[in-house]
């Protein structure tokens, strides 16, 4: 099968190919999922991670307008406070007392006031009060009619000039920290006061003093923790973060909650070098994630203004960036996870498709390796068995049915190889037959040249011999009759002479008929049974003579045959001849003759020739008559017995054989007495 030959040789290649195609096929399938996804997910984390900074950035932004807010509402309730006891009748009251009593009664109102108001300083301040520099803003613009209200930073002295221990309470040492603006101070020991005041007019309205109050912010935790939580209320923050609030006197944490290390506040340290520069030195409002302290925050810093304007301090409300990029990256891995898991279950499932679209070629592969090694049957299989009716299935299918038609083609080869064989082989037996009838042939023929040159020489022969004798005899005649009575004593002799020489006539006569049949064919005369055998067996004395073999005769037969006696005798002869070369160590020659009847009518004779030799093998019998049949080697020709039974069956006669075992062979010519055609 050479088409098969070269498909599975080409198909030996495959493996490569077939794998490089699953695997085309899986890149195919996976390449959308593995580069779309990615750049899905690169995406998102960009524009997630820009979104999420600035809605938290927006956030920080809200709480510090909340905190600014309350800073505000703080500071004007402070401002409301002092206009409210200034335009109070209590104070009038107190005022319009006499000198004496009245500074008394003022610091016991003031006191109370104080008290009630949360007010770290609460004075009353006369019009008439020398200022040994130029006074607050909130003072001045008091003594000009207008109560006012403005963050101001107090000197430790002012402090202590306000209230005994302020300056104490203001006092804030100095704790370094990283990203810190140097600072060789050792602590921070000016105050940040809310500072407020308010006229104070007489029952005429003219300004009769200023109510001058505040509070001081340093260390204010009351403030600051009031601040943080309306800022950041409970449960205000997600996922665990925590909200910080701080006022800066410059760039030092003055009021905070933002923890150390230990949990203690942080008062004390110093705001980053950039927030410091961006904030305080050029006035803007920071919005970004700082590191404050410790950690990371997402910040928010204002500016505090006193009330000439300046920058003085700073707001800040943050809380703590780790929780929310946390919560960030749990959402982000979370979403990596579920790709990865899309993927996953794509590729399972791109590997189970591509594994049912490739199992035909796999089969088919299959297939031809298994023809390859000798099993003409292996087939890819049935479509249903297969699960596939794709296109492919349909090709696996189609191949097998191209591998039948290849089978049977294969097989209606091989038949007619084998038949090729036997026909091939019969020819040639045919063809050794037809040499060896032909060699045969030829040798008869050569031995049909030498008997027709023998038979004309025998005739010859003859002919030179006839005439002699009929000399002889005319001769022996004149010789008897020219001594008359005197050849009385001779007549015996002359008797055994003429006797011979008619017996020379006979055998020279048999002779020619032997030697040229065909002078005598066609000439049918009556002969019988005794005569033909008497004849026949003058011819074969000599060979009887020498292979010492008795003979036997029982001529029970008296019927006469019409044939040509030369071809008839010429059978027995050859019979004759056939047994005594069947006894070549001597024997028992029976010759039998007996009437041949059929339905009680008469046929003709039965002329039997039977010899004691080892007879003829049971397979021979059959090819016996056979043309060229001998068992003679060498000088058999194998024509003698068919010639025989052609020429008895030209009479309508018969010539058999027999063969009983042990007991010779025996040869029967049957003999019609009319010869039929
Ligand atoms: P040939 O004598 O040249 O072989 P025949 O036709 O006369 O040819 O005989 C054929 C064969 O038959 C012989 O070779 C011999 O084997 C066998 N045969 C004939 N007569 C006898 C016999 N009387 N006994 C045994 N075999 C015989």
Redesign the pocket.
């Known amino acids: 099968m050479p088409g098969l030959g070269a498909l599975a040789g080409a198909q030996a290649a495959q493996p490569a190919v077939r794998r490089s195609l699953r695997t085309r096929l899986l890149l195919l399938a996976l390449l959308p999922l593995g580069v779309v996804l990615p750049l899905l997910l690169a995406v998102l984390a960009w524009w997630g991670g820009d979104y999420f900074e600035r809605l938290l950035v927006t956030k920080v932004h809200s709480d510090l307008a909340v905190a600014h807010g309350y800073f505000d509402r703080v500071s004007d309730s402070v401002g409301r406070s002092l206009a409210a006891l200034a335009e109070s009748e209590r104070l009038a009251r107190v005022l319009r007392l006499a000198p004496a009593q009245r500074d008394r009664a003022i610091a016991a109102l003031l006191a109370s006031t104080r008290g009630e108001q949360r007010l770290d300083f609460l004075h009353f301040v006369t019009v008439d009060r020398k200022f040994r520099q130029k006074p607050r803003p909130a003072i001045a613009s008091a003594l000009a009619g207008g109560p006012l209200t403005s963050t101001e930073i107090f000197t430790p002295e002012e402090l202590a000039s306000l209230a005994p221990d302020l300056a104490r309470r203001a006092e804030t040492p100095l704790i370094a920290t990283a990203n810190a603006r140097p600072d060789r101070r050792a602590s921070e020991n000016r105050g940040l006061v809310i500072h407020a005041a308010a006229p104070v007019r007489d029952a005429s309205g003219n300004i009769a003093g200023v109510l001058e109050g505040g509070v001081l912010l340093n260390k204010n935790l009351d403030f600051i923790d009031r601040l943080n939580a309306i800022v950041y209320p409970e449960g205000a923050l997600p996922f665990g973060s925590a909200g910080t609030a701080t006022l800066f006197l410059g760039d030092v944490r003055v009021a905070t909650n933002v923890r150390l290390f230990a949990g203690e506040r942080a008062i004390g340290t110093r705001v980053s070098q950039s927030v410091h520069d961006s904030v305080l030195g050029h006035g803007k409002v920071w919005l970004d994630r700082a590191f404050v302290v410790s950690d990371w925050y997402v910040s928010a810093y204002e500016p505090l203004k006193n009330g000439a304007g300046e920058r003085i301090g700073m707001l800040y409300v943050g809380f703590l960036e780790a929780p929310f990029s946390d919560a960030g990256r749990r959402v982000f891995a979370g979403i990596v996870f579920l790709f990865v898991l899309v993927m996953l279950v794509a590729a399972v499932l791109a590997v189970v498709w591509a594994r049912r679209v490739f199992r035909p070629v796999e089969r088919m592969h299959a297939a031809m390796h298994a023809i390859e090694r000798g099993d003409a049957h292996a087939r890819v299989g049935v479509l249903g068995e297969l699960g596939s009716e794709d296109e492919l299935g349909i090709v696996a299918a189609h191949f097998d049915r191209l591998l039948d038609q290849l089978q049977a083609q294969t097989d209606a080869l091989k038949r007619w190889g084998d038949s090729l064989d036997g026909k091939v082989t019969e020819r040639t037996t045919e063809l050794e037959q037809a040499v060896t009838n032909l060699k045969a042939a030829q040798s008869q023929l050569v031995k049909n040249e030498k008997l027709a040159a023998i038979g004309q020489l025998t005739a010859g022969v003859a002919h030179e011999i006839n005439n002699p004798i009929a000399v002889i005899q005319g001769n022996l005649e004149v010789l008897r009759a020219l001594l008359g009575p005197q050849a009385e004593p001779v007549e015996p002799e002359i008797k055994l002479i003429h006797e011979q020489v008619h017996r020379i006539r006979l055998i020279v006569t048999k002779l020619l008929q032997f030697a040229r049949p065909h002078d005598y064919a066609g000439y049918l005369e009556p002969v019988n049974a005794p005569q033909l055998v008497q004849d026949s067996l003058l011819l074969v004395r000599h060979l009887l003579k020498k292979g010492h073999i008795a003979i036997e005769q029982q001529l029970d037969s008296s019927r006469q045959i019409l044939c040509n006696r030369s071809e008839v005798q010429q059978v027995i002869i ?2 004759l ?3 005594i ?2 006894m070549p160590q001597g024997g028992l020659l029976k010759l039998a003759a007996e009437d041949w009847d059929e339905a009680d009518m008469p046929v003709g004779l039965r002329l039997s ?1 039977s ?1 004691s ?4 093998p049971a397979k ?1 019998l059959e090819r ?2 056979q043309p060229f ?4 080697k060498p ?10 039974k052609t020429l008895i069956e030209r009479y309508g006669g018969r010539l058999t ?1 027999a ?1 009983p075992p042990g007991q ?4 029967t010519v049957w003999l019609r007495c009319e010869p039929i055609e």
Request: with cysteine.
């Open positions: 050859n019979l001849v056939n047994a070369e069947a020739v010899d030799g080892p007879g003829i021979d016996l008559f049949f001998t068992a003679k000088g058999g020709n194998g024509l003698g017995l068919w010639v025989s054989a063969s010779g062979a025996c040869f």
